[in-house]
């Protein structure tokens, strides 16, 4: 019954490599979104999808790239991976689009180490 | 450029104690506000939300306030517990179609 799951929890591997992370959500959701929460706490939101179009894209490196193939899920690929890319990214996902800015409901997270 | 803080970083108390935990914005043109809490190692829990036409709300031991014109919010924890102990996250849904997260305020209760 979990309502935002990710994949993998954890994902250790060398610089360079390319890299990808899952995410679902079962709640019937319109918008989901991906976080960066760096070594410092710090969350920040990276991409935003609604009804699987992309709404926001923060100032990100475009070797991220988000894909959603519907609109229960949203992937997110890393190229060539570096030691800043470091960090726990969350998936969240929420009902409705800005205009009705509802109750984001958010993943356990995936803990990337780049080494 | 939105910009959310939040007072204090760390804040250890006493099983039992009330406590205010603070939030402040940069641009009271907001849509709503929440507040999260994050356990380590796990993904945040939405806690309360607070739309921008509402001065607060409350679930169990946890009120939240809203002060728009200030750019200010609170979370009050009466009775605190030790299973309270966690980072409490505010974060602010503007104009700019996302949402802003202060850094938190990491809470322990000691028992």
């Known amino acids: 019954d979990t309502a935002v799951s990710q994949t993998p929890k954890y994902l250790v591997t060398q610089m360079g490599n390319d890299k990808s992370i899952k995410c679902e959500q079962n709640?019937?959701?319109?918008?989901m979104y991906w976080y960066k929460q760096d070594s410092k706490k710090f969350l920040k939101i990276m991409f935003s999808?609604?009804?699987?179009?992309?709404?926001i894209n923060e100032t990100v490196p475009n070797r991220f790239s988000p894909k959603s193939p519907d609109k229960a899920h949203l992937n997110l690929h890393i190229n060539s991976l570096e030691l800043g890319d470091s960090a726990v990214y969350f998936c969240?996902?929420?009902?409705?689009?800005?205009?009705?800015?509802?109750?984001?409901?958010f993943g356990p997270g995936t803990r990337l180490l780049v080494l | 450029k939105q910009e959310v803080t939040q007072i204090p970083a760390a804040l250890s108390v006493p099983e039992g104690e009330n406590l205010v935990l603070n939030c402040s914005f940069t641009d009271s043109a907001i849509y709503n506000l929440q507040w999260f809490r994050q356990d380590p190692g796990k993904g945040l829990t939405s806690l309360l939300l607070?739309?921008?036409?509402?001065r607060e709300q409350t679930s169990g031991r946890l009120n939240a306030s809203l002060d728009k014109s200030s750019g200010r919010s609170t979370l009050y924890i009466a009775a605190s517990q030790p299973g309270d102990s966690a980072t409490y996250l505010c974060a602010v849904w503007s104009g700019s179609e996302k949402l802003v997260f202060g850094k938190g305020t990491k809470l322990t209760v000691n028992p």
């Open positions: 607070i739309q921008s036409s509402q």
């Open positions: 999808y609604n009804n699987k179009e992309l709404i």
């Open positions: 709640l019937g959701h319109d918008t």
């Open positions: 969240a996902s929420s009902q409705g689009g800005s205009e009705r800015a509802e109750t984001q409901y």
